[in-house]
């Protein structure tokens, strides 16, 4: 039998490391040639990798969240073969490895040794019975029944059992762990979820102690990092103005109610969109990008819209490229295709950059007001708050008309407040015209 090394692929577009976001194996997993061993996440794009030979799983080299540098060693399995390889053809580095990963034989206070299972099975598999000589010693101490915790102590468990117990309700201080360290495994979860649950008979309200330490990666981890620094770099102003939608909504429905077969269904934001490109040609300098480090703001004429997106992962902003060029129905397709993209975790690196502006909108759960966050280094995002029907003075009486609030927020460094309210009443003024986003002037 041999070992075989693999390290942190070269994931493209000159990536010096990636982030490690999820393992699909543990130490002593079987895994096939092509089986995906782990994801890993470069900016907003995740790749998977896969395993280039059949094995065993003998070592993990990275915890979730670590960054780990192109190269790096990543994982060993054990092969068949005499001599060890490596996934990039240099020998595997035989560094010490964690007790914890690697297994090994640990001392007890009593002087009782205990051999993880690990070892155990291995060598039970890979040494012949006859060959072994060992040097008298203590017997050997297979810890296996644990015992409870001490009160207020934190229970040792992965990610994906703790995931597991909080969707099935269960409270791992509860749950004994057959595993080093008094780990718990999901064979114990499953044998407590099965025989052991606790259930309080307590009546009454009851105080829940528990504190659960959340490591934040992945996206998650994109998306702060992106939020700090706006706000950090960004002085913000954000302008909010109401707008009378009813002749819009009016104009929607029809569209819909006559539309072909192979045109989608529209919403407000196709119309908004094409709103922003007709205010954008009065006011191009809102269509931009500033490099706040060189001092240059990057005004582009096409116009990018990046839509904020909401996904199972996180925030996404998937980029509708060149909306000038796109009619209404062409807004609304593309704007399907890439939320559908995004949400499936499909979209590529090219549909998730290159915006010069956003859109933000939570729908019907806008809110009445916002303070968007600017997608940096843009200079300017648009926030769509929900619709309602509000009572309006038209001079005469009050008339029901359907009312939404646009929060915009800009960079003040490059946009002064009045700007920032001329091309919020222009968008307005389309809006509640919607025949003039029509119109060529």
């Known amino acids: 039998m041999g070992e075989h090394l693999i390290k942190m692929p070269d994931v493209g577009e000159g ?8 393992w699909h194996v543990k130490v002593g997993d079987l895994v096939r040639e092509d ?12 790749v998977e990798i896969p395993s280039p030979v059949d094995g065993e799983v003998l070592w993990l080299g990275a915890e979730i969240g670590d960054v780990v540098a192109i190269g790096s060693p990543l994982i060993r399995l054990k092969v068949e073969g005499e001599e060890s390889a490596s996934s990039e053809n240099s020998p595997p580095e035989k560094a010490a490895e964690a007790p914890a990963r690697t297994g090994e034989i640990e001392a007890q206070a009593d002087g009782a040794v205990r051999v993880p299972d690990a070892i155990v099975e291995r060598q039970a598999r890979s040494t012949p019975p006859q060959t072994v000589e060992r040097p008298p010693a203590p017997p050997v101490r297979m810890h296996r029944a644990p015992a409870m915790r001490a009160e207020g102590e934190r229970p040792i468990a992965s990610p994906a059992v703790r995931l597991r117990a909080r969707e099935a309700g269960a409270d791992l201080r509860q749950v004994p762990g057959s595993g080093p360290a008094g780990r718990i495994t999901h064979e114990d979860l499953d044998a407590f979820l099965t025989h ?27 998306i702060a ?11 913000h102003i954000t302008y909010v103005e109401e707008v009378d939608v009813t ?12 539309r072909r077969s192979d045109r989608p269904k529209l919403t407000l934001l196709p119309f908004l969109m094409r709103a922003m490109v007709k205010a954008i040609a009065e006011q191009p300098h809102l ?34 490229k060149h909306t000038e060029a796109r009619d209404l129905w062409d807004c609304a397709a593309e704007l399907n295709r890439l939320a559908e993209a995004a949400k499936s975790g499909l979209a590529s690196r090219e549909e998730l950059s290159g915006s010069t502006i956003t859109i933000t909108s939570l729908g019907a759960m806008g ?35 359907k009312m939404m609030n646009l929060s915009s927020s800009f960079d003040h460094r490059i946009i002064d407040g009045w700007d920032a309210a001329v091309f919020v009443q222009r968008i307005k003024a389309l809006l509640e015209t919607p025949a003039m986003i029509f119109v060529e002037t």
């Open 367 to 401: 809110g009445i007001v916002t303070t968007p966050v600017i997608n940096y280094p843009e200079v300017a995002i648009v926030g769509v708050n929900k619709m309602v029907v509000r009572p309006v003075w038209d001079g005469s009486t009050f008339i029901p008309r």
């Open 35 to 46: 089986a995906v061993l782990a994801a890993v996440m470069t900016d907003k794009a995740t």
């Open 287 to 320: 269509n931009a990008v500033y490099d706040d480090d060189a001092g240059i703001v990057h005004q582009h004429g096409g116009v990018h819209i990046g839509i904020a997106t909401q996904t199972g992962s996180g925030l996404m902003v998937p980029v509708v």
């Open 247 to 258: 002749a819009l909504e009016d104009l929607r429905s029809s569209l819909n109610a006559n």
């Open 225 to 235: 990092e992106k939020m700090a620094l706006a706000k950090s770099r960004i002085p």
């Open 196 to 222: 052991g649950r606790q259930v309080s008979k307590a009546p009454g309200l009851v105080q829940n102690t528990a504190v659960e330490h959340i490591k934040v990666i992945g996206l998650r981890r994109k």
């Open 15 to 22: 990536i010096a490391e990636a982030e490690l976001v999820e």
